[in-house]
């Protein structure tokens, strides 16, 4: 079992940054895929970046460019930095873990409960 706990998440101004972090209880956390989804209101929950256990990387396109998805094996820790952030990009922040990786949240067999980031205009 898998423990995720995500932290960043708040209120920033559209074009504003922040920094998603999420802390892993896996004693096997370097071989564990890494991924972000988000949720908005009303709308499924999308794939927002991924990083495999080798440090591979992939992301949606709409965040291509502006978003960085980053992981800490020794400190059992994922990262997403996010920057240029949009006021569509509201969603509540959920970090995920599997074997696989990639877009599919099928994919990933733990889930945190998630982090709220509002972009305001």
């Known amino acids: 079992q898998v423990q995720l706990v995500e932290s960043g998440g708040g209120l920033v101004q559209a074009g504003g940054s922040l920094r998603l972090s999420c802390a892993a209880s896996a004693r096997t956390f370097g071989s564990y895929a890494m991924g972000w989804f988000r949720q908005a209101p009303g709308k499924e929950r999308e794939f927002v970046a991924g990083i495999r256990s080798g440090g591979s990387t992939n992301y949606a396109d709409s965040v291509m460019g502006r978003f960085t998805i980053s992981r800490d094996n020794y400190k059992n820790a994922v990262y997403l930095q996010m920057n240029s952030l949009k006021p569509e990009e509201t969603a509540v922040y959920y970090c995920?873990?599997?074997?696989?990786?990639?877009?599919?949240?099928?994919?990933?067999?733990?889930w945190g409960q998630g982090t709220q980031v509002t972009v305001s205009t």
């Open positions: 995920a873990a599997g074997f696989f990786g990639g877009s599919g949240s099928a994919n990933y067999l733990y």
